[in-house]
């Protein structure tokens, strides 16, 4: 599935917004059991080789179609029929740029909901020559995670207990959807967590994309979210990656401010569609 999803990204970018690292983040986190794991993804394949997939992301369906069979009316109406049967009222997404896209879901009776998303993309030829950053560390899965996880608890309003978080992490890091050596920790003087991202690299596309990014609420505007993002970049650049990608909701304007400040520049936006219920079949 993440091989399709490279490929896709490189060979139709303008037909996709999936990153083999946001298919890991989505199917590895929060830790699933092979059972939760069938119930959220359908894959489709010819003559044994994978020509699309669907996941269903708590809500919102990520769904990735091989570039040589964009144009398969059989294929996309045998997709369009599973979401229909399986996942009714989810929101389905397509790039403002991909007037195909739009068109197909518009037929079938999707109409625009407030749920964009906004892409911003840097190319990391432009990035400079930079060191590693000593405020910037690795998390390994031998760590003490609990720093890394207080970030992001407290930044995204995480509703589980602590001890039930971390120990799920745990989980996701001893599974192989976790990208060793790619999940970034930004430390304070004092030797305090302060910010966070996953810098995920894909060498069939040469894309790196982040997800997620964190600051915790008790560092916001004081830089280590921009210093941990800057290490990512380097990281994904040394790794052979030409360019960076990264996704927000389109009212996000703390997030917006952020990347465009760490030097990403607009990409596309990821409109939002749902069958209103009326329509549903």
Not at 23 to 40: D, H, N, S, Y
Request: proline share 7%.
């Amino acid at each position: 599935m993440q091989t399709l999803a490279g490929t896709s990204l490189h060979e139709a970018p303008s037909r996709t917004f999936n990153h083999p690292g946001d298919l890991a983040w989505w199917l590895g986190w929060w830790p699933k059991t092979t059972q939760e794991l069938a119930a959220i993804t359908q894959i489709w394949e010819v003559d044994g080789a994978m020509v699309a997939w669907v996941v269903d992301d708590t809500g919102y369906i990520g769904e990735c179609i091989a570039p040589g069979s964009l144009d398969d009316d059989v294929l996309l109406a045998s997709v369009d029929r599973w979401i229909d049967a399986r996942l009714p009222g989810h929101v389905r997404s397509v790039r403002d740029d991909d007037p195909m896209g739009i068109a197909r879901l518009e037929a079938a009776g999707y109409r625009r909901v407030p749920d964009d998303m906004v892409a911003f993309s840097f190319d990391l030829d432009h990035l400079g020559p930079t060191g590693s950053d000593p405020r910037v560390s690795t998390v390994a899965r031998s760590d003490d995670i609990g720093a890394r996880l207080w970030v992001t608890h407290a930044a995204f309003g995480v509703d589980r207990p602590f001890d039930d978080y971390v120990a799920g992490y745990r989980r996701f890091m001893d599974s192989p959807a976790y990208p060793d050596g790619w999940d970034l920790v930004a430390w304070t003087p004092a030797g305090e967590a302060a910010a966070c991202c996953i810098a995920w690299p894909d060498p069939v596309s040469g894309v790196g994309n982040f997800e997620p990014v964190a600051a915790h609420p008790s560092f916001h505007r004081q830089g280590f979210a921009t210093i941990v993002m800057r290490d990512g970049l380097r990281r994904l650049r040394d790794a052979g990656m030409r360019r960076a990608v990264v996704r927000t909701p389109a009212d996000n304007v703390a997030a917006i401010a952020l990347y465009r400040s760490v030097g990403f520049e607009p990409d596309h936006e990821q409109l939002a569609f749902r069958r209103p219920a009326r329509a549903a079949r």
